[in-house]
């Protein structure tokens, strides 16, 4: 029982973290481009 939970505590960890991955890629991305702007001056 503790395992199972334990399981499923570790996949939502998982998801969580792709979460926050996905969002930092993203900003990444745009502050890229924004200083690609920004130089293209």
Do not use: P, V
Not at 21 to 33: A, E, M, N, V, W
């Amino acid at each position: 029982m503790k395992e199972r939970i334990f399981a499923a505590g570790y996949r939502g960890e998982i998801k969580f973290s792709c979460a926050w991955g996905r969002l930092f890629s993203d900003f990444h991305q745009i502050g890229t481009s924004l200083l690609f702007l920004h130089n293209a001056d």
